[in-house]
């Protein structure tokens, strides 16, 4: 990924110059701009954790193999058809079309929700490259079922780590993209060569060898669900929810030329969403035939899922480097978009201010496993809470004239706070949270339906409570 092409993400993602104007043709981008971005973007930290959370789920061969197959495709297509199509056509910023639509008011809660989630991710991140810093000094791992911090060794080192984070994010996204730049392609190596190793480990000799490696699936581990076909299908879907189905990546694509730019996004799902949560998935199978998983395992417990001893045992000192970089490329970014999400709602504070304020809120974040080790459950919360605004989005724009309603009608009737889509999201995000705690069904299994409720319902209200004329 060239310094040109971060440099392309960098404005796309942040607004740049057009921030609250369609993009002009002069300032428009090829397909390859956003190849680079995306394999880059989504072969980084959380990948780390992902992969072996997979195995932790008791998956079998078949339904990670092949579930993650057809999931990160719905995933592409979702980006092609709905996100790339829409900024295209319209050219806008998420946060600027949620303001014609919604209202400045509400735009507000958005930015604070989006804001907060994106700390906790980053704390997560933080966890990540605490596990390879700490190698060094001998630190006790934090288990899978740890929700506190073990101790003040893993403090300390939390802390340092996210204050490091912190202070370059704070810099701008000019230092975090030219670190990004010589970062990404050696994390990408990094995960190729963990998996080569690992499978070397394993005494894989064939593909039957390989297959074997997950078999039929096994039991879950203590206080961890048993993962199907669907569950990887359709979690792997929805890992980017709030990215795609949830408009997020309107601010990206604008900047593209045509919306076909919008299949370059299968260059992350398959080198990082495939690839690299496969090989971190190899990583952990060769730590579970170790005296020490087993001793875990022989007493009813899950044993840890530290990305960093993973990797230095298949790769040594460039493992524990590509660990630390990999949280660290992912922490950044995430941090400074928190930051923006902040000074959003409160304009007057710095950018650096409100940076340090995102990393603060993110280190202590850090310092509790729970976020890393629950990975799989906080990333489909974050989805579920967020895509139902981008159902927003789409209904209006693919149905507003069938249904009769007013684009862009928070701007058109100056409303600070457009009810309909609050309603729409509040009765959609509370009954399928509902059914979900009360039924205990898998979270990422309702998000489609709550996202596709969202768009129906704000359709309605909009019909009922818009007035005829502005």
């Not at 495709?73 to 806008?92: H, Q």
């Not at 000094?137 to 288990?143: A, I, L, R, W």
Request: net charge neutral.
């Amino acid at each position: 990924m060239s310094q040109h092409n971060i440099e392309e993400e960098i404005e796309e993602i942040v607004g740049g110059e057009f921030e609250r104007e369609p993009v002009p043709q002069s300032k428009l981008k090829s397909w390859k701009s956003f190849l680079g971005m995306y394999a880059g973007e989504h072969a980084a930290g959380t990948e780390f954790m992902i992969g072996p959370l997979f195995l932790t789920a008791g998956v079998s061969a078949f339904d990670l193999i092949f579930g993650l197959l057809l999931g990160n495709l719905l995933a592409v297509l979702s980006w092609r058809f709905l996100t790339a199509k829409i900024a295209v056509e319209n050219r806008l910023t998420l946060y600027y079309q949620l303001e014609k639509i919604c209202g400045k008011k509400l735009v507000i809660g958005y930015n604070l929700a989006n804001g907060i989630l994106f700390c906790f991710l980053a704390g997560a991140m933080i966890t990540v490259s605490a596990t390879a810093v700490g190698i060094p000094f001998d630190m006790e791992m934090p288990k899978l079922t740890d929700t506190t911090p073990n101790g003040m060794t893993w403090v300390i080192i939390v802390v340092i780590v996210g204050a490091v984070i912190s202070l370059v994010a704070s810099k701008g996204y000019d230092t975090v993209s030219k670190a990004a730049n010589w970062m990404s392609p050696v994390i990408v190596l990094a995960f190729l060569a963990c998996g080569i190793v690992a499978l070397n480990q394993l005494g894989v000799k064939s593909f039957e060898d390989f297959w074997n490696i997950w078999g039929e699936g096994s039991e879950p581990f203590p206080g961890q669900i048993k993962y199907t076909f669907w569950h990887v299908c359709i979690w792997s879907w929805f890992a980017n929810a709030a990215m795609h189905v949830g408009m997020s990546d309107l601010s990206v694509f604008r900047f593209a030329k045509k919306e076909s730019s919008g299949w370059t996004t299968a260059a992350g799902m398959y080198v990082g969403h495939y690839m690299a949560w496969i090989a971190a998935a190899l990583l952990y199978a060769v730590y579970l035939k170790s005296p020490e998983a087993q001793a875990f395992l022989s007493n009813g417990e899950a044993p840890p899922v530290a990305p960093g001893p993973l990797a230095n045992n298949a790769i040594g000192i460039f493992g524990i480097i590509a660990v630390v970089l990999a949280g660290w490329t992912t922490a950044n970014p995430t941090i400074y978009r928190a930051g923006l999400a902040f000074q959003a709602i409160m304009p007057k504070v710095s950018t650096f201010w409100v940076t340090i304020i995102a990393g603060t809120v993110a280190t202590i974040a850090g310092l509790f496993p729970a976020f890393a080790m629950k990975l799989l459950g906080f990333v489909a919360l974050y989805g579920f809470i967020l895509a139902p605004f981008g159902a927003i989005i789409v209904f209006e724009h693919f149905f507003h004239k069938q249904a009769g309603i007013v684009k862009n009608y928070a701007e058109m009737a100056n409303l600070k706070f457009n009810k309909s889509v609050f309603l729409a999201w509040a009765i959609s995000f509370g009954l399928f949270y509902f059914i979900s705690l009360q039924f205990d069904v898998f979270l990422s299994f309702v998000t489609l339906p709550a996202w596709l409720l969202c768009g129906v319902l704000f359709l309605v209200f909009s019909k009922s409570f818009q007035k005829k004329t502005i």
